[in-house]
């Protein structure tokens, strides 16, 4: 029998329990949000857009936050919005991270915040769980613009030619003429406009700085004659070193920059292909001039008796490329160059061989592999020729495949994973990281591996003035001590912006002697031209790092 005295105490103990649970729940559902875990906390990023000229608040302007510690890549094309009336725009739930913010509009300059000069990388943003960052403010330059005409050999409109906008840029290890990339405003086509039935163009949405403009004439069909327009540097001339400069400046049009398309005779480059089994084989084809300021021929289609025709090829210097080929189910390729001087350029015969296979393995030295997909990414050491570079997928037990192999590859992930850091890629022992592999016809490679820590190196530090005062605003470029590190593709030479509490930040730069440099502007690319570092040399300061080593370095800022 049970005692009710027991069941009365029992009862009161259940009462306050319950009472108890009540209260707690209350509290849990009505808590504010400061009162969530530390790391459960989102972070935020307000601020306001202005016109430079005016000083008013610009209305639909779209800003744009990636963050560019994320691994994956949908993570990494960020998240957009568009400012109201009054030019204002907020992100209240961003996660911990490092993050670019950019904003564009039209008839204005595309603007990363904290830059300061045309071509300038902006300054990134540091943000912990919690962090209300609330003064990102950006100010809008109005775009200048380069407006024309373009005429043919009797002085007549020349409609619907490609007119382009081009600056000097180290691309590709060399420094040379490179199409527009930059801005909403820019056409796919590369930074440029068409010319319409009065042969006028306007490339608009421009910064700042020197120029050079080129027209292509690129009919469609076959040409019924043999001679035709070249592409043409402003004023008229087919010679990209003979271009005229146009100097444009901050919200001016610069205008009658007028182009006298220049005729030539257009030759007809035709031959055969054959797979490795010297048979004729179908296989796609481009020829492609040797720089980024030309224009690509094709592309064209060998007919089963492995024949091909290119029948409207201007003067220059070609890479004459052939991929797709197949012989016995395997893809093959080809690369010859090919030097068109006006004359027909018939016979070429180009023998495919197979693609080389690279099988490996991703390791992590420091842990348990990050619950995420992976991508193994190939891409050839030889500036210009991406139709050979590849990527794939990593399998569940962290192996991959790579097939279609041609020439020297190095090997990266595709994005790597947050707090993970590439340390060496290795063959049979070897150390590829840099280098690379030079893989012959057909080969098949196995062994490659990739891999991942978290021990990487960190250089920090600030930067001060010949007073002693800290500097927020500058660029630093730290390369290798040893110029035989310097090159193309190379993991030895990066730079930095410094973030809001003016200090930068360097991760996962190789172990090495570097040279530092702080310095007022440094143009994207610019930094990786060995003339510039050769000059910057002498007035750098001297660090070493060493494996997971932490350094940290008190700049003075070189003029």
Avoid at 222 to 248: C, F, H, K
Avoid at 397 to 412: A, I, Q, V, W
Avoid at 519 to 528: I, K, M, R, T
Wanted: proline share 6%.
């Amino acid at each position: 029998m049970v005692d009710p005295g027991t069941v009365a105490r029992g009862g009161t103990k259940n009462r306050w329990l319950m009472l108890w649970l009540s209260v707690a729940l209350i509290q849990a559902l009505v808590q504010p949000a400061n009162a969530l875990p530390q790391a459960a906390r989102p972070a935020r990023l307000s601020g306001r857009v202005v016109a430079g000229d005016t000083g008013k608040p610009v209305r639909g302007a779209f800003v744009n936050v990636i963050d560019t510690r994320a691994s994956s890549p949908t993570e990494r094309k960020g998240r957009w919005i568009a400012t109201d009336a009054d030019g204002r725009w907020e992100f209240a739930d961003l996660a911990p991270g490092r993050y670019a913010v950019s904003v564009t509009k039209s008839g204005y300059l595309k603007v990363e915040y904290g830059q300061q000069r045309p071509f300038e990388r902006g300054r990134p943003l540091e943000l912990t769980a919690g962090q209300a960052f609330d003064r990102v403010d950006v100010t809008l330059p109005r775009s200048s613009a380069i407006t024309g005409g373009v005429f043919d050999e009797f002085g007549d409109p020349a409609a619907a030619v490609m007119v382009r906008a081009l600056r000097h840029r180290y691309v590709d290890g060399r420094r040379q003429l490179t199409p527009l990339s930059e801005g909403i405003e820019v056409l796919a086509n590369g930074g440029g406009d068409i010319t319409d039935d009065l042969g006028q163009f306007r490339i608009y949405g421009l910064a700042p700085g020197d120029y050079y403009v080129s027209a292509a004439f690129s009919p469609s069909g076959q040409a019924a004659g043999r001679t035709d327009y070249l592409p043409t540097y402003y004023p008229g001339t087919a010679a990209p070193s003979e271009a005229r400069r146009i100097t444009v400046r901050l919200g001016e049009e610069a205008d009658n920059i007028n182009v006298n398309l220049v005729v030539a005779r257009f030759s007809v480059v035709s031959g055969t292909v054959l797979n490795s089994q010297n048979a004729p084989v179908k296989a796609s084809l481009q020829l492609s001039t040797e720089d980024t300021s030309g224009l690509p021929v094709g592309p064209a289609t060998s007919s089963a008796d492995g024949t091909f025709a290119f029948r409207h090829v201007p003067p220059g210097e070609y890479r004459l490329r052939v991929y797709g080929a197949q012989s016995v189910g395997t893809a093959e390729f080809a690369s010859v160059p090919v030097v068109v001087g006006g004359e027909d350029v018939a016979g070429i015969v180009i023998i495919t061989f197979p693609g080389a296979t690279a099988g490996g393995r991703v390791v992590f030295q420091d842990g348990e592999k990050p619950d995420t997909r992976l991508f193994v990414r190939s891409a050839t050491t030889v500036p210009g020729a991406t139709f050979s570079n590849s990527s794939v997928g990593v399998n569940p037990d962290m192996s991959f495949t790579l097939s279609g192999l041609t020439e020297r590859h190095t090997f990266r992930l595709g994005a790597v994973p947050d707090g993970w850091f590439l340390k060496s890629v290795t063959h049979r022992g070897v150390d590829i990281t840099d280098t690379g592999y030079e893989f012959k016809p057909g080969e098949r490679v196995s062994g490659i591996q990739i891999l991942l820590t978290r021990q990487a190196t960190t250089l920090t530090g600030v930067v001060k003035d010949d007073r002693g005062d800290p500097v927020g605003d500058y660029s630093i470029v730290a390369f290798s001590s040893d110029r035989n590190k310097w090159g193309y593709l190379t993991r030895f030479v990066r730079s930095a912006r410094p973030d809001q509490d003016g200090r930068f930040t360097i991760r996962a730069l190789p172990p090495d002697d570097y040279l530092v440099i702080a310095v007022e502007y440094v143009e994207s690319g610019q930094e990786f031209d060995p003339e510039q570092l050769r000059a910057w040399e002498p007035m750098a300061t001297k660090v070493s790092l060493g494996e997971g080593a932490t350094q940290s370095v008190s700049l003075k800022l070189t003029r």
